[in-house]
């Protein structure tokens, strides 16, 4: 069965210091990976994919992935955080092209000024 | 990037009666959507896939006749939540994917239901 890990709850960072929201995740075959952004009451808004490729993925709003076979992990990553990042981070996985995916707990970013 | 639009954004009925939600993929086809649910600060949870001009198909633990899903053209799916109870106060999601495209589910902005 296809799963997806956020091991943290929540993640504090300083405004301008980088920041990392981890995913791990469990498929069989390849998987299609996913980050998502949520701000409260609000759908989700997409950051970034990796389907194939290069596995440094660079997304929107400065926000980049990189994709670690071994590992079975896609970390969210930014250089230099902003206090409107700060929201709900969902990681998520598909191993088909339909759209179906698979969503990790979500992590809460606080980003401090 | 496609747009998904979800009809109410808030919605707050009386128990026993049923609401409807609408999901509109505004600049493409979508022969497939999705419907999800999410408690407070929790995940989204997938419920069923709409499938255009068949049956949904649920996920385990989902009653369809509690949840009716019909997606009848290429660009509407509807979720109605029949004889709604308090527990079925939540916010609801859904997404599409364009056709023949490995790329990222667009997903719609969310309803919050509320039964009182």
């Known amino acids: 069965a296809q799963s997806v890990a956020q091991p943290e709850d929540q993640v504090n960072v300083a405004e301008g210091n980088p920041l990392t929201v981890k995913c791990t995740y469990s498929v069989s075959g390849n998987p299609y990976l996913f980050w998502y952004v949520q701000y409260p009451n609000r759908g989700l808004q997409f950051l970034l994919k990796y389907i194939t490729g290069d596995n440094l993925v660079k997304g929107s709003y400065g926000f980049e992935a990189e994709f670690n076979k071994s590992q079975t992990s896609f970390h969210l990553k930014k250089p230099s955080a902003l206090v409107s990042d700060s929201a709900l981070y969902f990681c998520?996985?598909?191993?088909?092209?339909?759209?179906?995916?698979?969503f990790g707990q979500g992590t809460t970013l606080q980003v401090k000024p | 990037g496609a747009v998904v639009s979800q009809h109410p954004s808030r919605v707050i009925c009386k128990s026993g009666t049923s609401v409807k939600i609408e999901c509109r993929s505004l600049d493409f086809q979508a022969t497939t959507m999705f419907w999800y649910r999410q408690f407070p600060k929790q995940s989204l949870m997938l419920m069923a896939t709409?499938?255009?001009?068949?049956?949904?198909?649920?996920e385990q633990g989902v009653e369809k006749d509690k949840f009716l899903i019909n997606h009848a053209s290429l660009t509407l799916s509807t979720l109605t939540v029949t004889s709604a109870h308090p527990e079925d106060s939540s916010f609801y999601i859904c997404?599409?994917?364009?056709?023949?495209?490995?790329?990222?589910?667009?997903f719609g902005q969310g309803t919050r239901l509320t039964v009182v």
């Open positions: 997404s599409a994917g364009r056709d023949g495209r490995n790329t990222e589910a667009f």
């Open positions: 998520a996985v598909s191993t088909s092209n339909t759209g179906k995916l698979i």
């Open positions: 709409s499938n255009e001009g068949s049956k949904a198909t649920y």
